[in-house]
């Protein structure tokens, strides 16, 4: 699959890594020839020095004949006109980054699809999206919804007050409503299997159904941690102000923000709900006359992602129960992982994951790049004679660090055990660890 | 500095069309065969020869041609409004009606200000023409004299941006039309209309042809002149009262938005806006406020509290100044409570007076941030008036007018005092020239007694009715020294 990434950003660069470690074919343009330096020595893919945004630089790209051509550049108006002019030299399909909430909404989709482009994404709303997921629930770290929200799946962080601790997982009983996908332990990602267990520290994931819910939360000793009302995010950035837009009506929220001029651009982009003030979110004692004891949730969301983490930290010693932070260096992802950071939200990763899932062979409509586990969850159609269907789940010798979460058949979930049999026409959650996807294809098709 | 030669012609201009709006009325006498027709000749008359002195002093090469600045803006509209005033007041002293020019000057004035304050004793017996004239005046000067006539006319071609910044009502404006004479028009019409369905409604509520049309130019205006010495309580119907008090109501609220409703049905503009909204609130606490205390402390039933509450509320917050009874004569509270709703005006880019809702509705969310900010210093708290941050620059220009509107009220309150009025009517006799309602408050009437006040008096009165109407600065603008500095 040949794929043309135009901007070596953030984005870029991540998703430039991610699909040459799968063997396609990535080229990268851009006009910088530093942020090109450094890909060029250490990554299979082929860098072009030129403008996304002239026609010479798109040829020379083979943009003509691209599968899939990417525009991540900082400016929105520049990947508009990349990805149109991509397609009027032939690309099979299109996708620019925005920074614009009007271009999205689906009664636009029409017009931007008739110009060329085939899908807009926008990494700040989606970050956003799971900020708020994160503190409407907030005793959950991490929280995805498949087949349109039948199955949930979440992760959560077991203390030692969970009741499901240090039992192998097939003595937990039979017809559990849940199914464990994966566990993470000090860094490693083990997918289990029956004779493992579950210890105080680690992060575990469910599959499930919303209905569910409470159980899960019961078991995993999460019953006496208040819901979150007050909200106090650090750093007025464009996550920020989507995430005050985002927000239900029943949070109240203050940004606070230490550059003057920006808090007074921040007034005029959010409502009268949401409380601006002019000031550094490190300082303790401010962050004591604005209530810290009294807030639930903290969200650090400056450009530094040491200045996150760090502020994350200083609140919990307050007694925040949620802590979301920005981490855009991945490096430091697994370290805020250690340091017990709720949620860590890295937009190039919810960015990149979002155009991988794009250009998946197989039928997936969703594919979800999981920041603490290396893993990725896909959903896929099982297709008449599929391998998978052959017999029951526990005797396919599916590779190991693949495990199916659940399934939706004539629209109602089930969750997959050892004796379930799945059937053509199912559509199926698979969880398997990173880069797998495209090997356990061939069991569905 | 000043441009004169524009200056001139524009106001050579406006004269003349003073000039013809004059012999227009003049058709009245004659179909009336009354004995004022001579004093609209004259007017007409006097008008045009000074109109045609101005334009060819206009013509002159003796004075630099040049484009027009701001600061001619402010000197044509705040000399035309004089100019119309002198003028406009000719028929009533020529013909003898008003036989002193003092008191014939302030009529006219009371007229385009639409203070609706009258000095005529007996109007009865002032003769139809007159009183068409009387209340054509508030309706010229309900829009302003110059929005009325360059949108009706537009005849210069230059200037309309800054002849409209000098005259407008309320610190923002509401663009319908790129072009500002084309939104004029726009405005025009919807005035019109509005004039047009009152004196419809009025007629069909049993009220006289030539009584119907001046209550709906007064009321369209805002202005408050009625044809009877009762005011519309001499029409003892409670038809006609709901008719005025839902035209007052009406001519109140922005007429962009009203554009907006009219021409292009988008309700939810008008329902959505934070100062129409505030608009109805003030008038519906307002309401309720003096409806129950007329239950409980006067010999009222409960529907006559509630029709006398709404008619004088809504007369005095959109400044127009009907009285459909004495409301003295009513408990001090109450009227004191009417008092209170002297400062605060309509809905800005009406043709109301006073502070208007917009300013109130600023002034209000800034007192309340102020309370904000001592629990949380560090924040920063912005007015929003329909979900978009006002510019600190804004909000400063509001904070200026309140404070120099309430230094106005109170150098007003001590001049009355000064030349022998009673405490509680000078008090209300400054605000209401202030914020061109026309009544007042006290142990002696609604209606301010003229006849026994000194000429300086009534000279004082006209200026305070002038800079109220300007909104305060254009006036004030023009007598500083800074404005007539070179540069």
Redesign the interface.
């Known amino acids: 699959m040949k794929i043309v990434i135009a901007g070596a950003g953030n984005v870029g660069i991540h998703l430039a890594k991610l699909l040459a470690g799968e063997n396609q074919d990535i080229t990268l343009i851009d006009e910088s020839p530093e942020k090109l330096a450094r890909l060029d020595s250490s990554f299979d893919l082929l860098t072009i020095q030129e403008s996304p945004v002239s026609l010479h630089g798109l040829k020379e790209a083979g943009a003509g004949n691209a599968d899939l051509f990417v525009a991540v550049t900082t400016d929105e108006s520049r990947n508009i006109i990349s990805a149109q002019l991509a397609h009027y030299l032939g690309a099979k399909k299109t996708v620019a980054r925005i920074n614009n909430y009007e271009y999205l909404q689906p009664k636009n989709m029409e017009y931007f699809n008739s110009i060329g482009l085939d899908s807009l994404i926008y990494p700040e709303l989606l970050a956003a999206k799971d900020i708020v997921d994160g503190m409407k629930l907030s005793w959950i770290r991490q929280w995805w919804e498949f087949a349109g929200g039948a199955l949930v799946m979440m992760g959560i962080k077991l203390r030692d007050n969970a009741q499901i601790l240090d039992k192998p997982l097939a003595e937990l009983g039979k017809e559990l409503p849940y199914h464990i996908v994966a566990i993470l332990r000090e860094g490693v990602t083990i997918i289990p299997s029956g004779s493992d267990t579950m210890q105080a520290g680690d992060l575990v994931y469910f599959m499930t159904m919303k209905k569910h819910i409470p159980h899960i939360r019961r078991i995993a000793g999460k019953e006496e941690l208040p819901d979150v009302r007050d909200v106090i995010i650090m750093g007025g950035s464009r996550i920020a102000v989507r995430t005050a837009q985002l927000m239900p009506d029943y949070m109240n929220l203050k940004i606070i923000e230490s550059d003057m001029e920006r808090?007074?651009k921040?007034?005029?982009l959010v409502?009268?709900k949401v409380?601006?003030?002019?000031?550094d979110g490190r300082d303790p004692s401010?962050l004591m006359?604005?209530g810290i004891q009294h807030t639930e949730a903290f969200v650090a969301l400056t450009d530094n992602s040491e200045t996150n983490i760090l502020a994350c930290l200083a609140a919990k010693r307050f007694g925040v129960t949620k802590t979301i932070a920005e981490v855009e260096n991945i490096d430091y992802i697994n370290m805020a992982e250690k340091l017990d950071i709720g949620t860590v939200i890295n937009k190039k990763k919810i960015a990149a994951s979002h155009i991988y899932q794009m250009m998946l062979d197989a039928d997936v409509t969703n594919v979800k790049c999981l920041t603490f586990a290396n893993a990725d969850v896909a959903e896929f159609n099982v297709k008449e004679g599929a391998k998978i269907t052959r017999s029951q789940v526990k005797d396919i010798s599916l590779p190991r660090g693949v495990t199916i979460g659940g399934l939706i058949r004539n629209k109602e979930a089930l969750i997959v055990t050892g004796t379930t049999q799945i059937q053509a026409g199912d559509h199926v959650v698979v969880f398997c660890l990173e880069g797998m996807i495209k090997s356990i294809e061939k069991y569905f098709n | 500095m000043i441009n004169v030669r524009i200056i001139h012609r524009i106001l050579g201009v406006l004269l003349l069309i003073e000039s013809g709006i004059l012999l227009l009325c003049a058709l009245i006498p004659v179909f009336y065969s009354e004995d004022d027709l001579f004093g609209f000749i004259m007017g007409a008359l006097t008008s045009a020869c000074v109109g045609m002195t101005a334009l060819y002093i206009g013509k002159s090469t003796k004075h630099k041609e040049g484009a027009m600045t701001r600061r001619d803006g402010y000197i044509v509209v705040a000399i035309s409004w004089v100019l119309f005033s002198i003028f406009g007041s000719l028929p009533y002293y020529i013909s003898g009606y008003i036989p002193s020019f003092t008191d014939a000057f302030f009529e006219t004035m009371s007229g385009f200000t639409t203070t609706g304050a009258t000095i005529i004793q007996d109007v009865e017996v002032i003769p139809h023409g007159l009183l068409f004239w009387r209340s054509l005046t508030q309706w010229i000067g309900g829009l302003g004299i110059v929005f009325f006539t360059v949108a009706v006319l537009p005849i210069f071609g230059v200037g309309e941006v800054q002849l409209f910044a000098a005259e407008a009502i309320g610190p923002t404006r509401y663009k319908l039309h790129p072009r500002i004479s084309v939104s004029g028009r726009w405005i025009i019409s919807i005035y019109l209309l509005i004039t047009v369905l009152c004196a419809v409604s009025l007629r069909l509520c049993g009220m006289g042809v030539f009584d119907s049309v001046n209550h709906a130019l007064t009321t369209a205006a805002t202005g408050g002149f009625s044809t009877k010495n009762a005011s519309i309580a001499y029409f003892g119907s409670h038809a006609v009262e709901y008719v005025i008090t839902f035209f007052m109501f009406m001519s109140g609220i922005n007429y962009g938005l009203l554009f907006f409703v009219i021409f292009r049905f988008q309700i939810r503009k008008l329902i959505e806006d934070t100062q129409f909204k505030w608009y109805l609130l003030l008038l519906f606490i307002f309401t309720a406020i003096v409806a129950i205390s007329l239950f409980i402390s006067t010999s009222y039933d409960a529907s006559a509290s509630v029709r006398n509450a709404l008619f004088h509320v809504t007369a005095i917050i959109t400044t127009t100044g009907f009285t459909s009874t004495d409301y003295t004569l009513w408990p001090p509270f109450i009227w004191m409570i009417l008092g209170l709703c002297f400062y605060f005006g309509a809905c800005a880019g009406s043709t109301t007076g006073g502070m208007k809702t917009i300013r109130i509705a600023v002034l209000f969310k800034s007192m309340r941030n102020e309370f904000n900010r001592i629990l949380h210093p560090n924040a920063i708290l912005p007015v929003r008036i329909n979900g978009k941050v006002i510019p600190t620059s804004t909000r400063q220009s509001v904070l200026t007018f309140s404070i120099f509107f309430f230094a106005l009220v109170f150098v007003g309150w001590f001049f009355y005092l000064a030349i022998g009025i009673d405490i509680a009517e000078a008090y209300g006799i400054s605000l209401s020239c202030l914020s061109n309602i026309g009544l007042t408050i006290g142990d002696h009437g609604c209606n301010i007694p003229w006849s026994d006040m000194p000429a300086i008096g009534k000279w004082f009165s006209t200026f305070l009715m002038l800079v109220g109407r300007l909104e305060v600065f254009s006036v004030l603008l023009i007598i500083t020294p800074s404005f007539w500095k070179h540069n």
């Not at chain 1, 409380?275 to 000031?279: A, E, F, V």
């Open positions: 808090c007074d921040l007034t005029e409502d009268d409380m601006i003030i002019n000031g401010l006359s604005e």
